[in-house]
């Protein structure tokens, strides 16, 4: 799987929009871009995942480059519990299997109020 | 339940002591998954099971970690001999995983703590 780039931490004020960014220069053809969370003392939550097209949900929306090469999170209105860890992370999907995710460092995201 | 349960939250265990830790993945769940969290790191795959079939156990740090899943439902995860670089939070997550139907979304319960003394 391709491996991904994020700054290790962001801050954002509440009620406004947090950007996450995520580089994956390497990313293949049949590989999708995910995005997970992880609050403090939980576990990893799934949040959206995309392939090339943008791509929006109750929680957030995916912009991904048309080269693919790079792709933003956005939460639209952030909240003091979105603080979290955010990561992202590329994986080809093959029917008829479940592969691993594989996760790097992450974005500590610190929602300030 | 609703989601994937693990136990015990918390454990603390000496220096050459075995430990087990359990994963209730969510019902009808094919795809099973173990991972290690270090303090500070992103989770660290360790083994995948989907059904009763271990598939890939290339994460397992040492032999002295064996997980088992005997009827493709409650899974465990064993430390013999613990050391103190087994301490860290062991995360479970299931999946769908179904042929053709496997979006890659991975349901974690909160994990289960290990501290070696």
């Known amino acids: 799987d391709a491996k991904t780039t994020q700054p290790p931490s962001m801050d954002c004020a509440e009620g406004r929009a947090a950007n996450l960014p995520c580089n994956h220069s390497t990313i293949s053809g049949n590989e999708y871009v995910y995005w997970y969370r992880q609050i403090h003392s939980q576990g990893p939550q799934y949040i959206i995942h995309g392939l090339k097209n943008n791509e929006t949900n109750e929680m957030a929306s995916l912009i991904i480059t048309e080269d693919r090469k790079s792709s933003t999170l956005i939460l639209p209105h952030a909240t003091l519990r979105d603080t979290a860890v955010y990561y992202c992370i590329v994986r080809a999907v093959y029917s008829g299997s479940a592969r691993q995710l594989t996760f790097g460092s992450g974005t500590q995201l610190t929602v300030l109020p | 339940g609703a989601g994937v349960s693990q136990s015990p939250r918390y454990k603390v265990a000496k220096r050459g002591q075995d430990v087990a830790l359990r994963c209730d993945p969510i019902?009808?769940?094919?795809?099973l998954f173990w991972y290690q969290q270090a303090l500070g790191q992103g989770p660290e795959f360790l083994t995948y099971?989907?059904?009763?079939?271990?598939?890939?156990k290339s994460g397992l740090p040492s032999d002295r970690f064996f997980a088992e899943r005997p009827e493709g439902s409650v899974s465990t995860l064993k430390i013999q001999r613990t050391q103190q670089e087994d301490s860290a939070v062991y995360l479970c997550?299931?999946?769908?995983?179904?042929?053709?139907?496997?979006?890659?979304?991975?349901?974690f319960g909160e994990g289960s703590r290990l501290t070696v003394l």
């Open positions: 019902s009808g769940h094919v795809s």
């Open positions: 997550a299931s999946s769908l995983g179904q042929r053709g139907a496997n979006t890659g979304e991975l349901f």
């Open positions: 099971f989907q059904n009763e079939a271990q598939l890939d």
